[in-house]
């Protein structure tokens, strides 16, 4: 089976710097994505990592190192919009392949503070 | 804009009811598409992968006579949840990957809110 952890919550300020991190154990890897939720809406992706290393996506990031099966989802100066839920989530492996659907994590609600 | 339309948004009926969903790829072919349940402050749950012209695979635990699923053309998957209860309270969200490649993104339509009283 797969599963993935991360924090269930985090509170910071507007302006300051975030980072969510995501653990995952895996029979197979085809790469660490990172969507956003939120209340009341549907997830929206963010980014993806295949291979080890840092993404940048303007004031989003996300961060890959398969030898430690970790990944990290880095925020940089927060705004009060950003103040949701955020996923890692895994593609399902069976039998050697990618099945296609995704296996999240619990989510990491985010409070923006003034 | 949206690459995946899901109709309707939210929805309240009867217990004993059924109440189906509409989830469209716009704009390209979904072969493939996945339906996920959200219950409050928890995560998406796979509960079926739709496929077209084909029986769909249902997650363990998800009574596929109880949620119907057709996937009657490459553009349209829906989901019938029969004699709703209040536990099939949810938020039903549909979704489908643009591109076949690993690292294509999987959209998600804008989500069922279904309330059964």
């Known amino acids: 089976g797969q599963s993935l952890e991360q924090p269930s919550e985090v509170t910071a300020v507007e302006g300051a710097i975030v980072q969510i991190n995501c653990t995952y154990q895996t029979s197979g890897f085809y790469g660490l994505s990172w969507y956003q939720q939120h209340d009341g809406g549907a997830p929206t992706f963010l980014s993806y990592n295949a291979l080890d290393g840092l993404e940048e996506t303007g004031r989003f990031s996300s961060f890959l190192s398969r030898s430690d099966s970790y990944g990290y989802l880095l925020l940089q100066e927060l705004q009060m919009k950003d103040s949701a839920s955020y996923f890692c989530?895994?593609?399902?492996?069976?039998?050697?392949?990618?099945?296609?659907?995704?296996?999240f994590g619990k989510g990491t609600k985010l409070s923006v503070k003034p | 804009g949206a690459v995946v339309s899901q109709h309707p948004s939210w929805v309240i009926c009867k217990s004993g009811t059924s109440v189906k969903i509409e989830c469209r790829s716009l704009?390209?072919?979904?072969?493939?598409m996945f339906w996920y349940r959200q219950f409050p402050k928890q995560s998406l749950m796979l509960m079926a992968t739709?496929?077209?012209?084909?029986?769909?695979?249902?997650e363990q635990g998800v009574e596929k006579d109880k949620f119907l699923i057709n996937h009657a053309s490459l553009t349209l998957s829906t989901l019938t949840v029969t004699s709703a209860h209040p536990e099939d309270s949810s938020f039903y969200i549909c979704s489908a990957f643009t591109g076949q490649l690993n690292n294509s993104p999987l959209h998600f339509g804008n989500g069922t809110r279904l309330t059964v009283t």
């Open positions: 704009d390209f072919q979904a072969t493939t």
């Open positions: 989530a895994v593609r399902e492996s069976k039998n050697g392949g990618s099945q296609g659907n995704l296996i």
């Open positions: 739709s496929n077209e012209g084909s029986k769909a695979t249902y």
